[in-house]
């Protein structure tokens, strides 16, 4: 039996739990875009180490501190994190070491700089993207196909837990997959699969038992790809859970519905934590990719907090992640905002 003094805290009966949650997407450091259009194998290689060299300009060190930053102020009791990316470039040609990203350990470190007691809940692996990199200022250069430098993108998303709320996770409740549809580039490398997945905590927290979901849904271009996903995921939280559900995610679907349908299908079923007639329009993508941009640019809602069963939203806002004093890029934490929002759990 556990002492009264040591018990856990218990809402009171009839009165909800109060449990502040959080999504980010933290933005791998650059688009793809440049990989997408390539039309021969010149062009990708070259679109490679643009994206690459992007994402290096982009400077997550610098930026995860401002991230790190915003959650302080706010404390959050759950953060759902979107493209939580490693980057891992190699060389063979026994030069100087090139930079690596892992965006996970950075954030960390940087959270505990603050003070923050945060505990990383549970990862899913997507995408893993690997490629030559041929960089003259790097010296990575080589021969086709035996190149000096290869670089690799990993793609992950987290769930993060703040040590001080008082929140208990279930004992093996961490569950990850990779949605059954997934869409694939054909390059002139290779097809090149962009494999999304998701992952769930079941928790308690003040009495009240709770499922947290997370995951980052298909880029609108492959609507139909998106809209399969949005359906997967739902059966998926569904599994073995009476109880209510909070997910957290970019859905990459516009809440006014000007690009896909998947919000409304994922409305169907969720609450959408965010009330425009009481939070405001709540755009939150996307910055510029080099985040060289004075002036916000946001003109979606796509990063969305959903809740599922007896749960309901005291407040909501959006945090922008301006990087302040900066002069040249980055001049954003992330091309997208992070949401905040308070959950009253019944």
Request: proline residues 6%; hydrophobic residues 45%.
């Amino acid at each position: 039996m556990i002492p009264a003094a040591l018990a856990p805290a218990q809402a009171a009966p009839g009165e909800p739990a109060r449990l502040t949650v959080m999504t980010q997407n933290l933005y791998l450091g650059s688009s793809l875009q440049p990989a997408i259009e390539a039309e021969n194998a010149e062009e990708f290689l070259i679109a490679v180490a643009t994206i690459y060299g992007t994402s290096v300009v982009t400077d997550f060190p610098s930026r995860a501190q401002v991230i790190a930053r915003a959650i302080a102020a706010e404390e959050p009791d759950l953060i759902g994190l979107q493209e939580v990316t490693k980057w891992t470039a190699v060389r063979s040609d026994g030069g100087p070491a090139l930079p690596n990203y892992d965006f996970l350990e950075i954030l960390m470190a940087a959270l505990e700089a603050e003070g923050l007691n945060y505990a990383v809940a549970g990862t899913v692996d997507n995408a893993t993207i690997s490629a030559p990199l041929i960089n003259p200022a790097l010296e990575c250069l080589g021969e086709f196909p035996a190149f000096d430098c290869n670089v690799t993108l990993m793609d992950r998303d987290a769930i993060l837990v703040n040590g001080d709320s008082g929140i208990d996770i279930a004992p093996g409740s961490l569950t990850t997959g990779q949605f059954t549809a997934q869409a694939s580039l054909a390059t002139p490398l290779g097809a090149r699969s962009f494999d999304r997945g998701w992952l769930y905590v079941d928790m308690e927290y003040m009495g009240r038992d709770f499922r947290f979901a997370n995951t980052h849904l298909e880029v609108e271009s492959y609507t139909r790809i998106q809209r399969r996903q949005a359906r997967e995921f739902i059966r998926v939280v569904q599994v073995d859970r009476p109880g209510p559900v909070i997910a957290t995610g970019d859905f990459n679907s516009a809440a006014d519905g000007s690009n896909t349908k998947s919000y409304a299908i994922l409305t169907d079923y969720f609450a959408d934590m965010w009330k425009e007639s009481r939070h405001g329009a709540g755009l939150t993508c996307c910055q510029a990719p080099v985040l060289e941009n004075p002036e916000s640019e946001y003109t979606v809602r796509i990063d969305l907090v959903l809740g599922k069963g007896k749960v309901s939203s005291n407040w909501a806002r959006v945090l922008a992640l301006p990087i302040k004093g900066a002069q040249a890029p980055p001049l954003w934490g992330s091309d997208h905002a992070g949401v905040i929002t308070q959950i009253r759990l019944r």
